[in-house]
Antibody, heavy 120, light 106 residues
């Protein structure tokens, strides 16, 4: 069974930093592209970043480019999101997702999400 | 690429046939997915490749389209289908979602 478990969320002050983790199990992690997505309270979904299986290709949304960094550890089946210079509008539930490995980068399996609150 | 969904919300009854549309600001070929999200839960992939049913998704869900115009149809609404639906284009980075369609009980 595919499982994705995010951790590392919490309350952080504007301008602060946070590192999210996503522990993967139930599939061969090193062969899948992974993504981070988020959803602000009461709002829609926003794709943030994609990282290919061996980190060859990395893409970011404009809203986080230069502030957030996605990485992965295939030896440990883990995905990370380093978030710097956080702003109030980064407040959201953050999800990691595994994509389908065919037909395009559709987030097929999602974690339960971790809440990040940016507030003074 | 901007993704525009309509309607933003709709009231319907169990058994109704429902269609949601998603329009892309430029062509995305067939790289369009649909997701269902229930309150407090993570989204679930329903459709990929514009018209392919994800494994485990009931056959009352169907979808079509190509290029810029796409539709998701629920043939006969069931109680568990009252949720919010999102489209997502994966043709071009940055990937972009539609604003969502909330399906409420009439």
């Amino acid at each position: 069974e595919v499982q994705l478990v995010e951790s590392g969320g919490g309350l952080v002050k504007p301008g602060g930093s946070l590192r999210l983790s996503c522990a993967a199990s139930g599939f061969t992690f090193r062969t899948y592209t992974m993504q981070w997505l988020r959803q602000a309270p009461g709002k829609g979904l926003e794709w943030l970043a994609s990282i290919s299986s061996v980190s060859t290709y990395i893409y970011y949304a404009d809203s986080v480019k230069g502030r957030f960094t996605v990485s992965r550890d295939n030896a440990d089946d883990s995905l990370f999101l380093e978030m710097n210079t956080l702003r109030a509008d980064d407040t959201a539930v953050y999800y990691c997702a595994r994509v389908r490995n065919d037909y395009g980068d559709y987030p097929e399996y999602w974690g339960q999400g971790t809440l990040v609150t940016v507030s003074s | 690429i901007q993704m525009t969904q309509s309607p933003a919300s709709v009231s319907a009854s169990v058994g109704d046939r429902l269609t949601i549309t998603c329009r892309a600001s430029q062509g995305v070929s067939g790289y369009l997915g649909w997701f269902q999200q229930r309150p407090g839960k993570a989204p679930e992939l329903l459709i990929y490749g514009a018209s392919n049913l994800q494994s485990g998704v009931p056959s009352r869900f169907s979808a079509s389209g190509s290029g810029t115009d796409f539709t998701l149809t629920i043939s006969s609404l069931q109680p568990e289908d009252f949720a919010t639906y999102f489209c997502l284009q994966v043709n071009t980075f940055p990937l972009t979602f539609g604003g969502g369609t909330k399906v409420q009980m009439k």
